[in-house]
Each structure stands twice: as structure tokens, then as C-alpha cells.
Nanobody, 127 residues
Framework: QVQPVESGGGLVQAGGSLRLSCAVS????????MGWFRKAHGKEREFVAA????????NYGDSVKGRFTISRDNAKNTVYLQMNSLKPEDTGVYYC????????????????????WGQGTQVTVSS
């Protein structure tokens, strides 16, 4: 069973930084595509970032480009989201998701591509 578990959320002032972690069970983690999504109150869940199995290919949502960095450590079955220059509009519940093979013909920026989801971790950015 594949189970992502997020950690690292919290309260931070605007301009500050946080690093989220997502530990994933599963023997073939290195083959998974991993993504981060977030959901703000009253809004739909939106794509934040994704990283492919090799770690060399990443995608970012337009609102976080240049501020957030996704990375992974396959030896630790963990994916990270480093968030810098945080803004109040970054507030929300952040979800980690795993896209396992065989992959569907759905873009990894689309939540429909992902098979397993964590419970989420709250990030609150105060102004």
C-alpha cells in the first residue's frame, strides 16, 4: 500500500520560509511521480509542483515559480517542498500525492493523474 504522509506545515510571517516533507511508503518509490497541491478556503485544489522519478524534471504552478522548489530523496522515500518568500495567498492545506505506474494519459499538473493522496498539512502565512 502506498501512503503519503505530509509534515512541516505551520504558521509563518509573509516573506518567511517553510519546508514541507512527504514520506511515502512503497517499495518502488523511485518510480513514482510525486506532486504537491494546495487548497485554500473557498477555492478549488490547485497544482503547486511535481517531480518525476529521476528528480531531474520538475513542473511548477505559475503562482509559485521562482519561490518554491520541489526535490526528492529516493533513498529516504521522501519528497520535499521548499517554500520561500511566502505570501498570505499561499495559505492553505498542502497535499502530497503519488502517481504510480502504469501512468494514465493525464498531465501531472492535473490532480486526476495521481493515485494516492496524503491527509494534508496546514500552511498559514500571516501578513
Amino acid at each position: 500500500q502506498v501512503q503519503p504522509v505530509e509534515s512541516g506545515g505551520g504558521l509563518v510571517q509573509a516573506g518567511g520560509s517553510l519546508r514541507l516533507s512527504c514520506a511515502v511508503s512503497g517499495r518502488t518509490f523511485s518510480s513514482y511521480v510525486m506532486g504537491w497541491f494546495r487548497k485554500a478556503h473557498g477555492k478549488e485544489r490547485e497544482f503547486v509542483a511535481a517531480i518525476r522519478w529521476s528528480g531531474g524534471s520538475t513542473n511548477y504552478g505559475d503562482s509559485v515559480k521562482g519561490r518554491f522548489t520541489i526535490s526528492r530523496d529516493n533513498a529516504k522515500n521522501t519528497v520535499y517542498l521548499q517554500m520561500n518568500s511566502l505570501k498570505p495567498e499561499d495559505t492553505g492545506v498542502y497535499y502530497c500525492a503519488a502517481d504510480i505506474p502504469p501512468w494514465r494519459l493525464v498531465a501531472i499538473t492535473d490532480e486526476g493523474a495521481y493515485d494516492y493522496w496524503g491527509q494534508g498539512t496546514q500552511v498559514t502565512v500571516s501578513s
